[in-house]
Every structure is written in structure tokens, then in C-alpha cells.
């Protein structure tokens, strides 16, 4: 018998229960035939340095980290990648052998590649992007949509400060339009993406006039419960292409599982299906 550890991983968030990762995870370590368990993790904000730092001691190669913990836990690392730095929040925590935490924010490495798994055709330079929403995930999707050279953002938010904090974070490539007016920033946009909760199970819904889309546009939401928003019902009515958010949380993974057990692995249909069962 090998007296190895067993790699061990697992989500960090307050509530964690209805995360998917644990599903997602489970179905690449059996698919490549990996040693390992990951696991979901409730723990409270006041406990969440002194878990993080006794997870390495536990054979803990690593972990995701989802809301409310995504800003703190940067403090908390000994070191961050410049896009974690840049997004103010990681997703993604390496215990590194030399005992170091290393933080990362992969969100924006999902959002991109569920769009070009999602809209093959999708391409930065084809205009403008729109995108709903101004928290976290907004500061992902936004550093994510200029670092691959879409060259204006046009962004509105319910609250105009946190857009304008966006904007100031971001510079001139980002364009802030008032709540009442997001539905005429559609008309100009390539891309539209909510970034909001808006329309998720249980959620108020999304309220945006959205008569301004049109046929050809690369429309996306981030919530995946349900899989098919009414955003993305009335986006595909118009003759938009559509992408749901399932991806984002698939992909985004891809990164962590390849550092933590050694295998990058393929999100597929049988990685959806199987997150999906």
C-alpha cells in the first residue's frame, strides 16, 4: 500500500450545499481515474483564515472559494496572480509544497471559454459588449472581455456608484449607462451578458426592456438555475445566439483540477450532463 496522501480539495462558501463543483469533481476524478476527494465546505466568515490555513495541514492540495469569501480570501493569501489582483477576488486557492497560499481568479478564463465553446463564431472585434451588473463576477467578466481586446464595455448597474467604481478600476473602455436606459445599450452591442441574480430561481426577474436586441447578438446570462432564463428565452426568440451559464462554472474548474491532481480535463457533454444529473 502507498503511504502517499490522498489529495484532497473541495468549495469554501457560506451557503455551500447547493454547489455543483462537488458533482463536477467527482465526475473527472473517476473519468481519469484520479486518487482524490473534493468536498463542499460551510464555513463562517469569522472562521474562514484559521480553516484556510489548517486545510494544508489536513492533505488539503487545494480549493474553490464562491460567495460571500471571494474578497477575502486574497488577504488571506501569501501571494495572488495579477488577474486575481486586478478582479479584486479569487476563486481558486493552491497550497503550494513550500507552504505558501497562492490565490487565483479563474472566473474570467471560464466566462471566455464557455462563450467560444458556446458561440464558436464569437469573436472580440466584432463591436462593442453590454454587460448587466456591477459586482464580482462583473469585475471577471469585464477584465476578462478587455484582456482579449473587446475595446468597449458599455455597463450598467442598479446602483450607478459601484458601475462608476468599475469604471474608475477599468478606464475609458468602459462606458456607464443609467439603469433606466440598459435596454438602448443593447441595440449597439455584440455581446450582452448579465452578470446579475437577476432571473435566478427564487430572484426578482430581470426588468431590462430587451426589444433592443438583435438577430446575430451573443447573449449570455451567468445564472444557470434555471439553465434557460427568461433573458435567454427572450434573447433567442429574437434570433440571438445564446449561452447558457452552466459553462462558466465548468470551465472555470478546469484550471484548479489540473493544478491540484495532474490531469486537465475537457469540459464535454458528459461533464455537463453529468453536473446536470
Not at 469569501?69 to 493552491?94: C, F, P, Q
Not at 509544497?97 to 490565490?103: E, L, P, Q, R
Not at 478587455?146 to 467604481?165: M, W
Request: neutral net charge; glycine residues 10%; charged residues 20%.
Amino acid at each position: 500500500m502507498s503511504d502517499q496522501p490522498i489529495p484532497l480539495a473541495g468549495v469554501i462558501g457560506q451557503p455551500v450545499a447547493h454547489s455543483r463543483s462537488p458533482r463536477l469533481f467527482r465526475h473527472w476524478l473517476k473519468k481519469h481515474n484520479r486518487v482524490g476527494h473534493y468536498v463542499p465546505l460551510h464555513v463562517g466568515e469569522s472562521d474562514l483564515e484559521q480553516v484556510i490555513r489548517t486545510l494544508p495541514k489536513m492533505g488539503f492540495v487545494g480549493c474553490n472559494v464562491t460567495i460571500p469569501h471571494k474578497v477575502d480570501v486574497l488577504s488571506i493569501a501569501d501571494l495572488a496572480t495579477d488577474r486575481a489582483t486586478l478582479i479584486g477576488a479569487a476563486n481558486t486557492l493552491i497550497f503550494r509544497k513550500d507552504g505558501k497560499i497562492h490565490a487565483d481568479n479563474t472566473d474570467g478564463y471560464g466566462f471566455i471559454a464557455n462563450l467560444r465553446q458556446g458561440a464558436p463564431g464569437w469573436a472580440p472585434s466584432l463591436g462593442p459588449a453590454a454587460v448587466l451588473g456591477a459586482g464580482g463576477a462583473a469585475r471577471a467578466v469585464i477584465a476578462s472581455l478587455i484582456d482579449v481586446g473587446v475595446t468597449q464595455i458599455y455597463l450598467s448597474n442598479r446602483t450607478r456608484p459601484k458601475a462608476e467604481a468599475l469604471q474608475s478600476a477599468f478606464g475609458t473602455k468602459v462606458q456607464v449607462v443609467d439603469w433606466v436606459q440598459a435596454g438602448n445599450m443593447l441595440e449597439d452591442a455584440a455581446t450582452v451578458v448579465n452578470t446579475t441574480s437577476l432571473g435566478m430561481e427564487g430572484q426578482p426577474a430581470l426588468r431590462v426592456p430587451l426589444d433592443g436586441l438583435r438577430r446575430g447578438t451573443v447573449v449570455t446570462d451567468l445564472v444557470y438555475t434555471p439553465l434557460k432564463t427568461p433573458f435567454l428565452a427572450t434573447a433567442e426568440a429574437a434570433g440571438c445566439i445564446t449561452v447558457d451559464g452552466l459553462g462558466m462554472l465548468l470551465h472555470q474548474a478546469v484550471p484548479g483540477f489540473e493544478r491540484w491532481f495532474g490531469v486537465r480535463p475537457e469540459v464535454d457533454a458528459d461533464t455537463r450532463a453529468a453536473v446536470l444529473s
